[in-house]
Every structure is written in C-alpha cells, then in structure tokens.
C-alpha cells in the first residue's frame, strides 16, 4: 500500500516505510528529523521537466505523460519494482515537498506504482 504525505508532516508510526522522492532536498529541513529510509532522487522528475511544470495546474495532464516516460528506463523500473516488493509487506509513504498536496511528482508516482 502506498500512500503520499508531505515531508513537513511529523513522522508517524502509521507511515512505514519513508521515501523522499524530490530530487532536491527540502528547504528548511534537517536530514535528522525527515525521518527517511531513503531519498530516491531517480524517482523524481528531472529539473528541466520540474522547472517546465511549474505546477501550473493546465500542465498536469502533459507533466505526467512527461513524467512517466522519464520512468521508462531500466534503473526507474527496477526502483519501482523493489517499491512494490516492499509495499507487499506493509505501508510505503512516498515523501514530497510540494504545496500542492493534491497534485504532484509523488501523486503521480504513486499512481504508476499502482497501476504499472
């Protein structure tokens, strides 16, 4: 099971497993309190298609079709497969630093993570 959550937010011991998948690391926080069991910056999209997107919500449909064919590589599939793996025996939060909580780079990947 996967499940989405802002980095800002308390770690819980509902999250199980944490990823951060930004490819930068979150302004203001400490790598002490994010809690992580891993920073999976090859999950993230790359900064050109990051700085294009914008979260310019008439760029969502165009930013995930982008996105997920920046996935389509051996190492992302690999990565996503292990996640799955993992998801098999209990809860994986998906960390992102967006304001934008109801769309972004994690919704996304969670997205392809469950449907792919």
Known sequence: MFVVKRIYDPANGEDGKRYLVDRLWPRGMRKQDAA???WLKD???STELRQWFGHDPARREEF?????????????A???????????GGRVTLLYSAKDTQF???T????FLENG
């Not at 995930?64 to 992302?76: G, H, I, M, S």
């Not at 990565?79 to 098999?88: G, I, Q, S, V, Y």
């Not at 996304?108 to 997205?111: A, I, M, N």
Request: aromatic share 2%.
């Open 36 to 38: 992580l069991d891993g």
């Open 43 to 45: 999950l993230s999209p």
């Open 64 to 76: 995930r079709q982008r996105f997920a064919r920046e996935l389509d590589t051996p190492q992302a």
């Open 78 to 88: 690999r990565l996503m497969d292990a996640l799955r793996e993992e998801a098999k």
């Open 104 to 106: 972004n780079n994690a």
């Open 108 to 111: 996304c990947l969670k997205e």
